[in-house]
């Protein structure tokens, strides 16, 4: 019984709340674990859902613990566990959620890696924008920095997306949620300067897509994978940072806006991020650097 429910509700994230591929892959591992677990404790496969207990899912967390398993993955789980009998109350096979009172195990949260302004700009000195893959990486590069889109909000992005005239971009983000971001003068100027040149890209023979804002050299929309390569390959030349991808660009963008006074209920909202708690980890950053600067030069800072 409980698989079925499973695959409905994972048909549930992927259908109508729009989730990434990566994210399913993550519930699906996290409920089956969750299901074997349950299914072994009653040793059956058939039992009634209502029987599973706040009991139940302690044991079960005191297991993961007991597989030595980090804090943040059995945080992540049981926050899947909660997400399903939500859901598992909706289908009404359930009418409480066992999960609801237990507390999410507290963990460290790691503080992003970002790029410095100056590395920021020296990338962009690589490009070369009478090269037509050039003038595409270079406003993909724009656009990370300057939206602190997602990957797979800039792959999916349409030239319906775009709006020149108000310099914003409208984005579907985690959960279906569609976001308009402003971007700079720079971004549209490299976004406008790619699609005057967007075709040469292609190769001759292919049929390329016309909607797509980012296309690849048959002409078909980039691939996430492309562009991770192409920026952990920019990204080299100035930073040894241990991951180099689009998403270190990301907080890049959130980092540069906060140390120049933004507001986080802001930052929060381009960022299209659900709880402010998951912006406030880029706080540490800033307020790291602001301690730094203060040790170095207040003549009071140490003794």
Sequence with gaps: ????????????????????????????KDLEDFSAFIERRFDSLEFDLTEISKDEIRAFLAHLSKQRLEKKSIARKLSAVKSFFKFLIKQGAVKT??????????????????????????????????????????????????????????????????????????????????RIIPIGEKAINALKHYHSVRDQIITSGSSGDGQAVFIGKNG?????????????????????????????????????LLDNGADLRAVKDLLGHENLSTTQIYTHITVDRLKNAYKKAHPRAET
Excluded: C
């Excluded at 499973?6 to 259908?15: E, V």
């Excluded at 930073?239 to 990301?250: G, N, T």
């Design 97 to 178: 959620n066992p999960g609801k009172l237990i507390k999410t195990p507290k963990y460290e949260k790691t503080v992003p890696s970002f790029l410095t302004v100056d590395q920021i700009q020296t990338v962009f000195d690589f490009f070369d924008d009478r090269i037509p893959a050039d003038a595409r990486d270079k406003a993909i590069l724009e656009l990370f920095y300057g939206s602190g889109i997602r990957l797979s909000e800039l792959v999916g992005l349409d030239f319906s997306n775009v709006n020149f005239s108000n310099q914003t971009i409208s984005v579907l983000g985690k959960g279906a949620k569609q």
């Design 220 to 256: 078909k929309r980039i691939t996430p994978l492309a562009v991770q390569r192409m920026i952990k390959k920019v990204l080299t030349r100035v930073s040894d940072a241990h991951q180099l991808s689009p998403h270190i660009v990301r907080h890049s963008f959130a980092t540069h």
């Design 1 to 28: 019984m409980i698989r079925i429910y499973l695959d409905r509700f994972l048909r549930y994230l992927d259908a109508e709340r729009n989730y990434s591929g990566k994210t399913l892959i993550a519930y699906k």
